[in-house]
């Protein structure tokens, strides 16, 4: 049994990897809920759809967000309301967000409606939210930043897609985290897993959250042995997002290091790629046992090669 | 100035030929909100719409609901998951449900979103829902219903569209009514208009829920003679819709002369189709001034000889 803390899109790749290697059914994802948010009085979760589209095999794969073969009749008919259309919302992927937004609204927990979402994309492994109750990543924009904003707490998605991630931030703050109960399966999951899987997801935005849930981070401490990451840093910068920048912003170092000194209190082992070969050795001494691995997952076969030496 | 009360298909068509005869800055309707409902967690004001709709002259003429030229991507892929789709919500169309549903969400009240819908549509007549606050339609079903919720309350749609108002009523009842308030505008536009329309919707779920809010009826009481009504059951039947059935069901003719007996207190005049010239003394002896019309809106231009005859 294999359990992973995910965040978007460079979880939602190595779970693709993960389920060609061992059976699907023996993994449990759980995932960060941290930039859920309300739009259009619809409930997203941007992190478990992009996990559950990858897995379901029909996510934009050129895109890292949405459905593949997505059509934009709603959000071109907002237009004429003025209303906000930065955030695009797909024909298909509405259904998703309907869907979820009803059954909420009718007294059914997400971790409930994840699994009904999954089990509609024929997943066989299980998606977890991290919580039921709502943990909301709230993003302080630095003075510098040139936007009204500057100095100003944002939602996450406000900083992540309406801003591009292009501000520099200067605080990271998880609002209702320190209140929240793991979802229904979290702990157990946890608990009984063979291995615990911390994707190549930003250390600080979506695993933060995960771990900001109380209980999570202390299992993770007392399996520390058990506990392998995945650098999302490679050569000092993200694939995709704002990672390395945003370690930067807020005092760490950009790199498979500064990665390593995130994780070091709860993870044995540190996965980096073979463009970092070089910092193998710093890795060791901040703490983790390093494996250099090609860890760039271009196409799922490079993901499930990159699952299979995490799982050695 | 002219004001109506105003439910769904046959007052859009109604309100169509008004605004062919006088100008449509000068036409006011205080629409129906008892029929609103949230499903997939977003507000749905079904007569607003249609009556919207109709003036911008992009409904589904047809289908009596929705939007000409839709798509139903949404709704195809809502079968995924299993949701209800008994009621249709085509893509174009959500996307004014997701714009209310999001302005409601923060704040805005019902009567600005509807200026803002109706504006985005290019209309210049006056859109009020009846009041801003909740008021719902219940419908109570026959115990003689072959349904299981026989002798049990169910909401408007639920009746309308899932049950496709095939089944006998024992009752209707609109809660909240009584401590709704007037939308902003409403008490104003009934007090100074020089001419009040009962359009020819249904008296009892569609006109009903109008005179339910504290303040409406007692205007048009003492407004009598500036107001008149437009039967909207021809020949003993509605032409569209269960308004004959209800009404028989629930005591009343259903007839012309039914429509006279249950608006007799509060408007002088009543129009009633050729077809029910034989009528007319009994409306009259039911204490309305009858005046006998063309009364079937077939096209555009039926509706405005219809309107033009209202206002002589």
């Not at 941007?46 to 959000?75: C, F, I, K, S």
Request: proline share 6%; charged share 20%; net charge negative.
């Amino acid at each position: 049994m294999i359990t992973a803390l995910a965040g978007g899109v460079g979880a939602a790749r190595l779970l693709e990897g993960l389920v060609q290697v061992v059976p699907p059914d023996e993994v449990t994802a759980i995932v960060n809920t941290g930039d859920d948010f309300v739009i259009h009085g619809l409930y997203v979760c941007p992190d478990l759809d992009t996990v559950t589209y990858t897995l379901a095999g029909v996510q934009n794969r050129a895109a890292g967000w949405g459905l593949a073969d997505e059509h934009w009749m709603v959000m071109e008919s907002l237009e004429r309301y003025g209303a906000p259309t930065w955030f695009r919302l797909g024909d298909r992927d509405l259904a998703t967000h309907l869907y979820r937004t009803g059954m909420l609204a009718s007294g059914v927990p997400l971790s409930s409606v994840t699994a009904s979402i999954a089990r509609a994309w024929g997943l066989r492994s299980h998606l977890l939210p991290m919580s039921d109750d709502a943990v909301r990543t709230r993003i302080t924009l630095d003075e510098s930043a040139s936007s009204e904003e500057a100095g100003c707490d944002v939602a996450f998605q406000d900083y992540f897609v309406r801003l591009a991630h292009s501000v520099p931030v200067s605080g990271v703050r998880f609002d209702g985290a320190s209140q929240a109960t793991p979802a229904p399966g979290v702990i157990e999951s946890l608990e009984t897993a063979d291995r615990i899987v911390i994707c190549p997801s930003n250390p600080i935005v979506s695993i933060g959250p995960v771990l900001a849930v109380p209980g999570i981070q202390h299992i993770l401490e007392s399996r520390r042995d058990s506990v392998v990451a995945i650098s999302p840093i490679i050569a000092g910068a993200a694939l995709k997002g704002p990672a390395d920048r945003m370690m930067a912003q807020l005092g760490h170092e950009a790199s498979a290091v500064g990665v390593a000194r995130i994780y070091a209190p709860l993870a044995a082992t540190l996965y980096i790629d073979e463009a970092d070969r070089d910092e193998a050795a710093r890795v060791e001494a901040a703490g983790m046992r390093c494996v250099v691995v090609p860890a760039v997952m271009s196409t799922p076969a490079h993901a499930a090669r990159l699952a299979e030496a995490c799982l050695r």
